[in-house]
Structures are given as C-alpha cells and as structure tokens.
C-alpha cells in the first residue's frame, strides 16, 4: 500500500467551478501537507501548505487537513482555464526527510 | 539563477548501455531528491541526499545508483538500461534546517525524458 492515495482521474469540470482534490494518507507522523501544480512538460511547484490540521487559504485555493481522518483536501473556487493542470499532494513529517507524492490529479478547466 | 538544471533534457538508450543524469542546483540547498514519473504513478522516490556525500534509497531504487560528490550536483546512474526504466526523471532540492517547514518547498529540475528500447 502506498503511503499516500491519490485518484489520477482525470478530473474535466466547466469554467467557474469549484473543484475539490483529495489525497488520502497512511503514516500518521506526517506533519506537513503540501500541494503541487505541474503543467504540462514541466516541474511541479509548490502551490501551498499547510502544518498539522486546518486549513489554510490563499487567493482562490483552500487547503484543508484532517488528520484524525488522514485525509487532505484543495479546493478551488472560480476556476480558471489557467488553472488546468496536474495536481500533486506531497507530505512530509516525523523526522523523515523524504518528501513522498500522491499520484497526482490531471485537471481540465474549460472555457 | 538557475535553479535546478537537469541535463540531458532528452535521451534515447538501447537495452544495456549505461548513462548519468546530472542535476546541479545553485541554492545551496542541502536536500536532493531523484524521482521518476510515470503515468498513473505519480511522482516516486528513487534516491535521495541529505548532504555532500550521504545518499540514501527511496521507493524504487533498484536499477539505479546515485553520488553526491559535491554539495551542487547530485547525479543519477543506470548502469545496465531496461525498457521499464523508460520514464521522465526529476530532480529536486530543498533547504535544510532545523525547522522542518523549510523542507516543504522543493524546486525542481524541467526533467529529462528517457527511452529505453
């Protein structure tokens, strides 16, 4: 079983939408929950993060933690075509000092 | 600034033979990862470096060696090339310190596309 889950989709929702992304994850000692944006033929980068539970906002992006349910979710309001892309969630945490990755959402907005 | 520069960017390989990636980042990051990418798959760990001279394995390390010699480069080898090694290799760096949230952004390398056949 892999540490973190994440549904590859695709994911293909109409301009305006709001879109909602999850990761599911297995080790209890992970701490920080990051969430990644990768376009096409290029390296992920780093959205946002969060630290433990909670969420945390940022413009149209929402981060949400839950870690007695191990799971982790990133919304997105108003989406834009701009915004169609692949996304990755990435935790790290407990001392470890890799950084592990889901699967990865593909993402389409479209117009 | 550079970042992190991964060459080459794309490589075609028969069966058997060998090669290096290289990834050199100007950071002075302490944290290098090496990870593959393949559909469906994610982003999985290969090897990674906490340091000059320390590598340690990842999620799918067979097939593959690493070394660290210096602090800016951190290179990828296969010594014997498969067809399941046919995938997108990133490279990835990140800060050091004793406060784990400066882990969380790893900046990472346009990736090198290789095919094995």
């Known amino acids: 079983q892999k540490e973190v889950e994440q549904d590859p989709g695709p994911l293909s929702v109409p301009e305006g939408a709001i879109v909602s992304l999850n990761c599911t994850y297995s080790n209890s000692a992970f701490q920080y929950f990051m969430w990644y944006r990768q376009y096409s033929r290029k390296g992920p980068e780093l959205l946002m993060y969060?630290?433990?539970?909670g969420n945390k906002e940022d413009g149209r992006f929402t981060a949400q933690v839950d870690k007695s349910s191990k799971y982790i979710s990133l919304f997105i309001r108003d989406s834009q075509p701009s915004d169609s892309a692949t996304y990755l969630c990435a935790m790290l945490g407990g001392g470890a000092q890799k950084l592990v990755f889901g699967q990865g959402t593909r993402l389409t907005i479209n117009p | 600034n550079a970042g992190v520069t991964q060459t080459p960017k794309f490589r075609v390989l028969k069966t058997g033979q060998s090669m290096t990636l290289l990834c050199a980042q100007d950071m002075n990051h302490e944290y290098m990862y090496w990870y593959r990418q393949d559909p469906g798959m994610g982003l999985r760990l290969i090897h990674y470096?906490?340091?000059?001279?320390?590598?340690a394995k990842g999620e799918v390390p067979d097939g593959y060696n690493v070394s660290r010699l210096k602090k800016q480069n951190f290179l990828l080898g296969l010594e014997s090339a498969a067809p399941s090694q046919t995938s997108v290799y990133f490279c990835a760096s990140s800060y050091s310190t004793t406060d784990e949230k400066a882990w969380t952004e790893a900046f990472f390398g346009q990736g090198t596309r290789l095919t094995v056949v």
């Open positions: 470096s906490v340091g000059e001279g320390t590598t």
């Open positions: 969060t630290y433990s539970s």
